[in-house]
């Protein structure tokens, strides 16, 4: 274990939110303090962490990125197939957490997943790198596999089948919108005393409502 593990903390700045500074569109917000991380340097600043629930009741987590994000929600892409594209298609309702720490800075959403259109996700496919094009193809995503050895030859296989060719979407891929009910909007301040602004919505078609939570 790391010595002194108990003695590790950051004592954050004390910059403050304020109820004022998230307005009853908390999503001008979050546009803003994604700005803010971007030009912050912040180390992939669209890398976000999902969390879904199975079927059995079993939380799983794992880290996506951010490919969007508009009035509707936060647009991701991934493998229907995949466990999380198994979870979502029993249990929609899902969390993101917007891990900003240099910026002593979270976002946390809660809101329900609804696959995108299949014309977006042909449009955003489109104009992903051909080699994560063909990696779509290649990856049977979530599934065991003998070894690396493996993995290589599939997108071997894949390359060969696509050879000078565009590589269409497949069938299995395509993109999410996570649609907000809630949006909590941390700002680390001295003496755990952090400033949490929470946004909530009973509906997805409903007003906004403002609170602050303790910390």
Known sequence: MVDRLQE?????????????????APMVTFDAWFAAAVAGG??????????????????????????????????????????????????????????????????????????????ESDAYFAVRPRGSQLGAWASHQSTEVAGRAELDAMYADVERRFADVDV???????????????????QGRQGRMHDRIVCRRPGIDDRWERARLAP
């Not at 929600?73 to 979502?88: A, H, I, Q």
């Open 8 to 24: 590790m903390r950051t004592e954050y700045e004390d910059a403050g939110l304020t109820e004022a500074d998230v307005n009853g």
């Open 42 to 119: 912040v180390d992939e600043p669209n890398a976000m962490v999902l969390a879904t629930v199975g079927a059995d009741g079993s939380p799983s987590s794992r880290t996506v990125l951010l490919k969007g994000y508009d009035d509707r929600g936060f647009v991701l892409y991934t493998n229907y197939d995949s466990r999380k594209g198994r979870e979502l298609a029993v249990n929609p309702s899902c969390a993101l957490l917007f891990p900003w720490y240099p910026l002593h800075r979270q976002v946390r959403v809660e809101g329900i997943a609804e696959r995108l259109p299949a014309a």
């Open 168 to 186: 269409p979407r497949p069938p299995h891929w395509g993109g999410y919108v996570i649609r907000p009910l809630v949006i909590e909007f941390w």
